[in-house]
């Protein structure tokens, strides 16, 4: 796992070991942030079920403002705070250490993208959706990763299932407002 481009190019990020933890997988990483790469930019970021962080770093790396990680697992914690360091991006970051759904309904921030990669098949994904488009700004972006399997909802609040991508096991999700609602 490594950051693929901007300043931290290169840079190699840190996982726990075991089967807790799933990364999002390179060619998937490289796919959303080639999906997204005119937004990024000065953006706000929520990075929900961080993990590693490794998405939320990339979007630092190629020039978002901000990043806020959500992550309850001790062991992708540890990792989240020194890929973060290790980085130099402690500026640019926040991580919460609590459970998303938690997270989600105490926070009041605003946010132009979001990426959501929930451990697969368990429900969560569709139960968070709701509340990050609540937190979204108009013309934001919610990225979601699920089991290639799940089913998705078509619509969030103002936010509507433009389309899916699948790689390999994974499907990504991706929620916009529709332009004549803006």
């Not at 309850?72 to 990792?79: I, K, N, Q, V, Y």
């Not at 290790?86 to 926040?94: D, K, P, S, T, W």
């Not at 959706?129 to 969030?156: D, F, N, W, Y």
């Not at 509507?160 to 916009?176: D, E």
Request: hydrophobic letters at 40%; a negative charge; aromatic letters at 8%.
């Amino acid at each position: 796992m490594r950051i693929i481009t901007g300043v931290a190019r290169g840079r190699k990020l840190l996982a726990p070991e075991g089967t807790d933890v799933r990364p999002t997988a390179e060619i998937t990483k490289e796919a959303v942030f080639s999906a997204i790469q005119f937004e990024v930019a000065g953006a706000r970021m929520l990075d929900l079920f961080a993990g590693t962080g490794q998405m939320g770093l990339e979007a630092i790396s190629r020039g978002a403002k901000s990043v806020v990680f959500v992550e309850s697992g001790r062991p992708s914690l540890e990792a989240l705070r020194a890929n973060i360091a290790a980085c130099g991006f402690e500026q640019q970051c926040r991580v919460a250490a609590m459970d998303a759904l938690r997270f989600l309904e105490a926070d009041g921030g605003e946010y132009d993208i979001a990426f959501l990669d929930p451990p697969y098949s368990q429900g969560l994904a569709q139960a968070v959706l709701p509340l990050v488009a609540q937190r979204m700004s108009p013309g934001g972006v919610i990225l979601c990763e699920t089991h290639r399997q799940e089913e998705m909802p078509q619509e969030a609040g103002k936010f509507r299932w433009m389309k899916a991508r699948r790689y390999g096991k994974a499907m990504v999700h991706t929620y916009r407002i529709p332009e004549e609602e803006e």
